[in-house]
């Protein structure tokens, strides 16, 4: 091994770390996906959250150690990348880890070893931090590595102290910085200076557990955590300044750059920074895709499309003007594929999806940076003219406008705050989210739902009661005995049909039995009905849900005394369980016709499995074409009618998805998995309940194929009889229409596009009326004007007049007064107010414009607007406002004309 420092790619880091550790008994594990299994976590945001159930002892390792190179996202600092040296959403950590294997000093020794021997760092420029009260890793570090005491220095609990969390497993670090000045020399040295160090290689000793009163008592099995920075490591070794210029980011770098017509070297320092956040944003989404992310207003899908945007907005101020995020990412594609091929396997969904976001949010940017500068230009003017200027507050964009911009236009807040902060100007965020809250109340259903969650209860008796059996699979009925009973939440030990009675008539009763035929809401398939019964008692169950280990059946006492204890027999609705059945294995058979016509790359990305009819949501950049839909409804008829028999076993998931059974994405699996296997047709992951041959189905039909989200699919069908229902209805629907138009069904076309023609000549003749009407109304206001100086002002409301009627009569009346100023007013509809202002060329040379005006006036109905100096158009939601709003609009024509 080399004693000199090695000029490395960063490829070859990677893979000298994982064979070092794996030529010292390391198991090398591939990285695990961005979705982490945790569901307390978005994205996986460190190397060691993959162990974090081993680490918390929830599950037993299969290797005493590992080593791996984990991708990961942070954005809690995506304000920082670009700016400074080390800040980056992806990154990846190199790791070694030991379950209660080697410790301490095994790891200092190795982490010592691979930095200086393998990698070649001058033990001089190597500068060790340690927990202050960690005397052992102390003593290691000084006499068995033979560090200097002047370059171990001792750090407190916030730097160098891990915990898992409030309660649980934790422990000392120990850290390795590499020195970029060693001729500072070593007093006071402080590694807080990032000019001077940077921190590489993090050594956490897990070696107690903490308990809800913060006591630390020795684990039994003590781990080890550790995580070298591949882009930090890279950067040292490569000898460049900062962690963009290395191999790993600097070629996207060098590609957006030349799709610019720019140097990265030669160029300003704003227009560096922008390119490195191209840089490091395209590597996440590039990753985020391949890991089956899509981008959306939620969760890890908004961090997706904000990463996304931001790509595109800093494309724009470097001076690309289309769509070019697509050139970028083949560069992180062919940069990244030796080390994660699925990036190169699934190449056309990440380019379909980073293409359709790119495309949709260029026209969100056009439209909203147009609004966004007219209501930049407001705040300065009204700034300017505020009576303390040049002492008046610090310009800010108000609440309002920043959520109308959000909410009318799709423009971001944070877009806005970005924009807007490279003009000097602040944002009202407090009020933005007042605006949103306010915006949530009005879209609130208006019912409520009550929670009727018994967990809580349930958590309480877990020790006393045994978890259900579910014997759906087998047996529609069995025997079983009341194990626990609730009303809204509450336990009971006894619950009359008469007590319920007398309550809210949507009051259920929620019954925990000790083994149950019921299926329980899961996988998307909703709960089963049917009854429990016994001496004197009937209970209609009308849903099952499954919380924790337990079946809770939701059902209504129609007759006796329910009590725990009680022996019952429950039994299903069996008609209910074959449609449910016959839907959820339709469902299977969609997703594999999909797959087999549509695109191979589908995967599933919800689903609903109902008595009547089912849902399948699935990931698609594209909306089927008709022809599509009538050849995958073909498809899964001729499996229906090929009978093919289902195969049902349970297996180690290992050996399930070895066999190739479909897992559904995020979705949580224990070891032993349980497979639905249609031969030659669908093998799936699924612990619903199915028919044993798809004969049973009877027939198929799509209702819908839809968009529900950006880059997601919806399609709506139903099998078996629920097929006939459809058709009966739609049968009855077209004979009515055919009565009523005394036409044959197939002559119902051409009879309602004759129709419709008609309908949109009247809808334009009635429109022409319209607009002379408004023009009629208007003429009589000219009797109103009134002269100031050399203009006249017209301000008027014109009762029940459209938007383009009254821009119509507010031209006309401008052109009959020729020099002055016309402002009018209507309320078209309820809770809608239409505004117009049209001013002469003489109105604009006093300073006034159009635009901004009657969006200023807008406000006080609680709406907005602009348009061009001499004419524009607003509205608003308040219509008591409106003579308010014409009151001020005289008021400030007055003033500004006098």
């Not at 809690?76 to 379950?99: A, C, P, W, Y």
């Not at 639905?676 to 699924?686: A, K, R, T, W």
């Not at 077209?734 to 009879?751: H, T």
Request: charged letters at 25%.
């Amino acid at each position: 091994m080399s004693s000199n420092p090695q000029h490395l790619s960063g490829n070859e880091i990677r893979t000298r770390f994982l064979d070092f550790y794996a030529q010292r008994g390391h198991q090398i594990l591939a990285s695990a996906s961005l979705v982490p299994e945790d569901p307390t976590v978005l994205l996986t945001i460190a190397g060691m959250l993959p162990f974090k159930p081993i680490f918390l002892g929830q599950r037993t390792p299969e290797f005493k150690r590992a080593t791996t190179s984990q991708k990961c996202i942070r954005t809690n600092d995506i304000e920082n990348v670009g700016r400074t040296k080390r800040h980056q959403t992806f990154f990846e950590m190199l790791g070694n880890f030991s379950f209660g294997d080697y410790f301490k000093e095994q790891a200092i020794a190795w982490g010592w070893e691979i930095s200086t021997e393998v990698f070649g760092l001058p033990k001089e420029r190597l500068v060790v931090s340690v927990f202050e009260e960690d005397d052992e890793a102390y003593a290691i570090w000084r006499d068995q590595i033979g560090v200097p005491e002047a370059r171990i220095k001792r750090m407190g609990a916030d730097d160098n102290f891990w915990v898992s969390g409030p309660t649980g497993p934790c422990g000392p670090c120990s850290e390795i910085y590499y020195d970029f000045h060693p001729e500072r020399g070593d007093d006071n040295i402080d590694l807080e200076d990032d000019t001077r160090f940077i921190e590489f290689y993090n050594l956490v000793f897990m070696q107690y557990n903490r308990d809800a009163s913060g006591n630390l008592t020795p684990l039994q099995n003590k781990n080890i955590d550790t995580g070298m920075g591949l882009e930090r490591i890279t950067q040292i070794l490569q000898q460049v300044p900062n962690n963009y210029e290395t191999d790993l980011i600097f070629p996207i770098i060098e590609t957006a750059a030349k799709i610019a017509g720019i140097e990265y070297h030669s160029s300003d320092e704003n227009t560096k920074v922008s390119l490195k956040v191209i840089g490091d944003h395209v590597r996440s989404v590039v990753h985020m895709i391949a890991d089956e992310i899509r981008a959306s207003n939620v969760g890890r899908g908004y961090v997706l499309r904000r990463l996304i945007r931001r790509v595109v907005r800093h494309g724009r101020l470097i001076g690309i003007s289309g769509e070019f995020i697509n050139q970028v990412a083949e560069t992180a594609i062919a940069l990244s594929e030796s080390a994660y091929p699925n990036v190169r396997k699934r190449e056309t969904t990440i380019k379909a999806e980073l293409q359709r976001e790119e495309a949709n949010f260029l026209k969100t940017l056009d439209r909203g940076e147009k609004l966004l500068q007219e209501v930049i230009e407001e705040v300065f003017y009204s700034l300017e003219h505020d009576p303390l200027y040049p002492y008046a507050p610090h310009p800010i964009i108000s609440g309002l406008d920043a959520f109308t911009l959000y909410d009318t236009y799709g423009f971001p807040l944070e877009l806005t705050q970005e924009i807007a902060g490279e003009k000097g100007v602040g944002v009202d965020v407090e009020g933005f989210n007042a605006e949103m809250q306010k915006q949530r109340i009005r879209a609130k259903e208006a019912h409520e739902t009550i929670d009727l969650t018994v967990q809580g209860s349930l958590d309480k008796l877990a020790e006393h009661i045994q978890a259900t059996e579910f014997l759906g699979y087998t047996q529609p009925t069995t025997t079983a005995k009341i194990v626990a009973l609730f009303v809204n939440g509450i336990y009971q030990e006894e619950v009359s049909a008469n007590e319920l009675a007398v309550m809210e008539a949507m009051t259920t009763v929620q019954i925990v039995l000790d083994k149950t035929p019921f299926y329980a809401e899961s996988g998307g398939q909703i709960g089963d009905r049917g009854y429990i019964s016994g001496d004197g008692i009937v209970v209609q169950v009308e849903d099952v849900k499954k919380e924790s280990d337990f079946f809770v059946h939701f059902g209504r006492i129609q007759r006796g005394t329910l009590r725990v204890g009680d022996n019952v027999t429950a039994q299903i609705d069996r008609a209910g369980r074959r449609r449910a059945q016959a839907n959820h294995t339709a469902t299977h058979l969609l997703q594999a016709a999909l797959k087999t016509i549509v695109d191979n790359g589908i995967s599933q990305a919800g689903s609903l499995v109902s008595f009547d009819r089912l849902r399948f949501d699935f990931n698609s950049p594209r909306g089927l074409t008709a022809e599509e839909i009538q050849q995958v409804e073909e498809q899964i008829n001729t499996w229906i009618a090929e009978a093919h028999s289902a195969k049902i076993e349970v297996l180690p998931l290992a050996e399930a998805k070895a066999r190739g059974a479909v897992a559904m994405f995020g979705e949580k699996y224990g070891d032993e998995v349980r497979v639905i296997d249609f031969p030659g047709v669908s093998m799936e992951l699924c612990g619903g309940t199915h028919v044993s041959n798809t004969a049973e189905i009877g027939v198929f039909k799509i209702i819908s194929e839809a968009g529900v989200a950006s880059g997601v699919r919806r399609i709506e069908a139903v099998s078996g009889l629920a097929v006939l229902d459809y058709l009966n209805v739609r049968d009855k629907v077209v004979k009515d229409l055919s009565d009523r138009f005394k036409v044959k069904p197939e002559e119902l076309p051409e009879r309602i596009t004759t129709l419709q023609n008609e309908l949109r000549t009247t809808e334009k003749q009635l429109e022409t009326l319209k607009g002379q009407l408004a023009i009629a109304k208007s003429d009589s206001l000219l009797q109103t004007a009134e002269t100031f100086g050399d203009h006249k002002i017209i301000v008027a409301q014109l009762e029940g007049v459209d938007p383009e009627s009254l821009k119509s009569a507010a031209e006309r009346l401008l052109q009959k007064i020729g020099n002055g100023a016309v402002v009018l007013g209507s309320v078209p509809e309820a809770d809608k107010v239409s505004l117009v202002a049209a001013f002469s060329p003489e109105v604009n040379k006093k300073g006034l414009q159009a635009g901004k005006f009657i969006g200023a006036i807008a406000k006080i109905c609680g709406g907005g607007g602009g348009g061009r100096p001499n004419l524009a158009q607003a509205g608003g939601r308040d219509a008591s406002k409106l003579p308010a709003a014409l009151e001020q609009a005289q008021s400030d024509l007055n003033s500004a004309l006098s």
